[in-house]
């Protein structure tokens, strides 16, 4: 998974700061950053943790490297930071776990070496502790755009018997740039989040107490509260969180939580395409839909996005198949109700697609609603420039097609936006079929992931009409059309998915003890 955890840290003196943050790297670290395999290294023993080997690089550096390590990072600089700012020491080489299933590196420093992702950190962990705040700003918030990443932020307080209101403040945020994925996973890092912080808070709070009956450090307090420049004569504007926890393995430890949770996060969701591909003669028979032309070709793929009743009418029994086993592969197999021939009509409620012979009559409220779509396929005039013995069995040029429909939709009309890319995806000469094939099938998921996140926000937790316009807007589906398509879309989820979803969403605790 493609993500950054970080802990960050509210210094009173120096304002947000990230102190530890874990990323994942796909590629070889580059020569001088901790990537030595080889044994005697100066490197501790090697343990292992579901599945994941963890190796924490301790060689020493010399003067000479610490500077330019400390020189070349993109982090504040040292004399910018205090105590309560700082997590590894200068020269450290930080952390790193080796995933031996699929070779991917887990690297937790202070600060991500590149300055891209630096600037992503910095701005999260700046909003995460000002203005990005839950009430009573304890708790889970979620934020970010499409530049910058999408954020889940937990704010969380740590006790300090030297603080103000004798305590600190600290987020975790975990960053990523797939906004859907993120809010598919908000139970998981919740609960997960919630662990680590909970952990975190009982260390500091055995530690607070030892302190209070041990020297109670109210009076020190409340004279240095109203020094304020006490704090900076002495350079320490905050206590480490090493030491408000008095444990001296806590980055070693919040390493191995941070790449556990990077990994578990990122194989949890997993998911299986039960439709299965548009094969390559199946794109080719869509492309000669396109002799319907093409607003008739757009009427036709609107009406069978948004569950609307498809009906074909023709003598040609393999030709009406033929048809809907094309129309078919733009929608997720749990929406598709096919009657393939019928010699009379079939209520919509049956079915989605419908063939009928030619003298099969329609009633007339079928033929004047805006639910429904028909296509009538007649003989075509024979052409000159087509003589007799010419024409190509599987030609559709033989025949003529008619598409009526009570809703016309203009050509020009906005419409659904998978629509569109479909539209974009089927007409554009310079994509393979290949790549049109692959097109398809990543539209589906895409959507179907709309449509499990509107089906967990609205059936599972119940939310009201104003947070769902809110998360339509942020799905990108906020226009009237796509709102349409997706509660269709959502009647292709299956009743074990739902069922399974209920359980677990109601029965928190339960699922907790189960993982």
């Known amino acids: ?28 670290l580059p020569q001088g950053a901790g990537n030595e395999d080889s044994p005697g290294q100066g490197e501790q023993a090697e343990e292992e943790e579901g599945g994941i080997q963890m190796s924490s690089r301790m060689r020493a550096h010399s003067p000479a490297e610490g500077a330019s390590v400390e ?14 700012c700082r997590s590894l020491a200068a020269g450290h080489p930080g952390y790193i776990s080796h995933d031996k299933e699929t070779s991917i590196k887990y690297v937790s420093h202070q600060h991500p070496s590149h ?51 004798f305590q600190r403040w600290y987020s975790i945020i975990t960053i990523m740039m797939d906004r859907i994925y993120l809010i598919n996973s908000w139970p998981f890092l919740l609960g997960k989040v919630r662990g680590i ?17 041990g020297c109670p450090q109210r009076a020190q307090r409340m004279n240095t509260a109203f020094t304020p420049f006490l704090h900076q004569r002495n350079g320490n504007a905050a206590r480490s969180l090493t030491s408000l926890t008095s444990d ?10 941070f790449a556990w949770l990077l990994k578990a996060c990122g194989s949890r969701l997993t998911e299986k395409l039960l439709e299965g591909a548009p094969t390559e003669d199946t794109l080719v028979q869509m492309e000669k839909l396109a002799v319907l032309g093409a ?57 989605n697609f419908l063939g009928l012979s030619p003298h099969v009559q329609i009633p007339p409220h079928v033929l004047s609603s805006e639910f429904a779509v028909i296509v009538e396929v007649h003989a075509a005039a024979r052409s000159t420039l087509h ?8 030609s559709l040029s033989k025949y003529e097609f008619v598409v009526t429909s009570g809703s016309p939709v203009a050509a020009d009309r906005v419409g ?24 398809l099938v990543c539209l589906k998921e895409e959507w179907m992931n709309k449509v499990k996140v509107l089906f967990k926000f609205t059936k599972v937790d119940s939310r009201p009409k104003e947070d769902t316009q809110k998360l339509l807007s942020i799905l990108g589906a906020s226009e009237e059309d796509n709102v349409k398509l997706l509660k269709f879309w959502m009647t292709g989820l299956s009743k074990t998915y739902k069922s399974h979803l209920m359980s677990t969403v109601r029965s928190p605790t339960a699922s907790e003890s189960r993982n």
Not at 146 to 153: A, D, I, K, L, T
Not at 197 to 212: H, N, P, S, T, W
Not at 296 to 317: C, E, P, T, Y
């Open 71 to 84: 020189s070349s990072s993109p982090g504040p600089k040292k004399s910018d930071m205090c105590e309560g």
């Open 1 to 28: 998974m493609n993500a950054i955890v970080a802990l960050c840290h509210f210094c009173e003196l120096h304002g947000p700061r990230t102190l530890f943050c874990t990323e994942v790297l796909h590629a070889p």
């Open 197 to 213: 912080i909970d952990e975190l808070q009982g260390k500091a709070l055995k530690v607070f107490e030892a302190e209070q009956f």
């Open 295 to 351: 607003p008739s070709f757009r009427m036709l793929a609107w009406h069978v996005l948004m569950g609307n009743q498809v009906i074909w009418k023709s003598g040609d029994v393999d030709l009406v198949q033929s048809a809907f086993e094309v129309l078919r592969t733009m929608l997720p197999v749990g929406c598709v109700r096919i009657i393939p021939y019928s010699s009379q009509y079939e209520e919509a409620y049956r079915c």
């Open 248 to 257: 001296d393995n806590l980055w070693a430890c919040l390493h191995t939580s």
């Open 387 to 394: 003589p007799v013995g010419c024409e190509d069995d599987q």
């Open 115 to 165: 300055p891209q992702l630096f600037s992503i950190v910095r701005q999260a962990c700046v909003r995460s502790l000002s203005c990005e705040v839950c009430p009573g700003r304890e708790g889970p918030i979620f934020f970010g755009d499409e530049q910058h990443g999408f954020v889940f932020s937990h704010t969380f307080f740590i006790k300090d018997s030297l603080a103000r209101g």
């Open 416 to 439: 659904p936006t998978i629509l569109n890319k479909i539209e974009a995806a089927l007409t554009n000469q310079n994509l393979s079929v290949d790549v049109v094939d692959q097109c």
